[in-house]
């Protein structure tokens, strides 16, 4: 009601606002008039990247966390682990894959909300016990028992070979802008999601890696092994993420 100019993350997300801002009578015969497309409204600016590269200081998993190797295949779950993401098709997924590829480690890289007057949401102790269930807790999956620091995060990220993100099929879905992706972006590191959000259309698009349909454990399976295994497919991803990460820096989203 009292905003002269409203920012928001994608196309979808100003068509949501865009409602919002009509059923509060902000739009108006009057407003439309004048401003046609509601440019003077509202304007699209998604979430940026640094400009300058990330760096590794200091080791995170290899070698340090026990179970993962200076040789393994990490899969990186970047961010939080929320109620309206699907971790379990990921578990299950490498269950399948470890099989073939003893090699793989799965890491969730942050479990507690820095917050401490955030709980832990319900999510985590489920995906920890279907990870035990089927024996691969602490061999093939891993989680981190608090949370990273942001200015610490390049550490994981340029030790990690493959970021993951994987959600069920919900609104949340629909409107999201998931920030982690950009981290994947950021660190040059290709990436396996699930599709219908914003990140799974440009990951496919663009070719960043691959962007499979929710809970499909065998379209997961062959998207994960494809990209930690298929040379061809890793560096056809990695060129592409260096072209498409330049459009994503904070000087250039907000010009």
């Not at 509202?42 to 290899?62: I, N, Q």
């Not at 590829?101 to 890491?107: N, S, V």
Request: net charge negative.
């Amino acid at each position: 009601l009292r905003g002269d100019f409203f920012l928001c993350a994608t196309d979808r997300q100003k068509h949501l606002y865009l409602g919002q801002l009509m059923t509060l009578g902000r739009i108006t015969t009057s407003t439309y008039a004048d401003d046609p497309h509601l440019d003077k409204l509202m304007g699209v600016v998604p979430f940026g990247l640094p400009e300058e590269a990330p760096h590794h200081d200091a080791p995170a998993l290899r070698g340090v966390v026990p179970g993962i190797g200076k040789d393994d295949a990490i899969i990186l779950w970047s961010g939080g682990l929320y109620n309206w993401f699907d971790p379990f098709t990921l578990i299950r997924a490498v269950h399948v894959l470890s099989e073939k590829r003893p090699t793989i480690r799965l890491y969730f890289q942050g479990t507690q909300h820095p917050h401490p007057g955030v709980p832990e949401m319900p999510v985590v102790a489920q995906a920890r016990e279907l990870a035990t269930s089927l024996g691969i807790l602490d061999t093939h999956v891993f989680f981190n028992d608090s949370w990273v620091p942001y200015a610490t995060r390049a550490n994981y990220l340029l030790e990690a070979d493959l970021g993951v993100s994987t959600h069920r099929s919900h609104i949340e879905t629909t409107f999201s802008f998931r920030t982690r992706i950009l981290d994947y972006l950021w660190a040059n590191l290709p990436m396996v999601v699930t599709d219908g959000d914003y990140f799974g259309d440009l990951v496919q698009a663009e070719g960043l890696g691959r962007a499979v349909p929710a809970e499909d454990i065998d379209a997961l399976v062959e998207a994960l092994d494809s990209m930690l295994f298929d040379d061809k497919a890793r560096a056809s991803a990695h060129r592409a993420l260096a072209r498409v990460a330049g459009d994503y820096q904070w000087p250039v989203v907000l010009a």
